[in-house]
């Protein structure tokens, strides 16, 4: 099985089949992942680039860009993945505020936060705080991004 990052070999019956580490590959006008699966990194790769730094990015766009195509179970599966793109992003010391739409308060939109917006401030301390009482945060890395996110403001 493919590792989300790096280089994998994959040895069958004798041969070696190395797999490189997914890219992003424009496509007409639009971009999409070299190997039509999500990858953390190269998401925020492309979340990261100048056109998408400064615009709400629609989850049906980051389906058909991360997984191929902009379907229902691709954004299902999308939503899925966004804790894990947060916490990317917030190793490389930048925050993502999301936006939560619908009766169900499903994602429907992403963007790299402005910390200097109040809003975009109090998207990111509302996902921070959704993914520790979810657990899917240590109580230490959350009092560690906290700390980040509050010296990023000052």
Request: aromatic share 6%.
């Amino acid at each position: 099985m493919a590792e989300a990052s790096g280089e994998v070999a994959v040895t069958t019956v004798g041969k070696t089949t190395e797999r490189t580490k997914p890219s992003l590959v424009q496509v007409g006008d639009r971009w999409v992942l070299s190997t039509g699966r999500w990858n953390d990194s190269v998401m925020a790769d492309f979340l990261l680039k100048d056109e998408n730094k400064i615009r709400w990015v629609k989850i049906g766009e980051l389906a058909g860009t991360g997984c191929g195509a902009n379907t229902i179970p691709n954004k299902k599966r999308v939503r899925g993945r966004l804790s894990t793109l947060f916490m990317e992003l917030c190793e490389r010391q930048v925050f993502l505020a999301i936006k939560y739409k619908g009766d169900n308060h499903a994602a429907s939109e992403v963007k790299i936060a402005n910390l200097s917006s109040e809003e975009d401030r109090q998207l990111v301390s509302d996902k921070l705080k959704r993914m520790k009482k979810r657990k899917e945060m240590s109580q230490e890395k959350y009092e560690k991004t906290v700390a980040l996110l509050h010296t990023k403001v000052c």
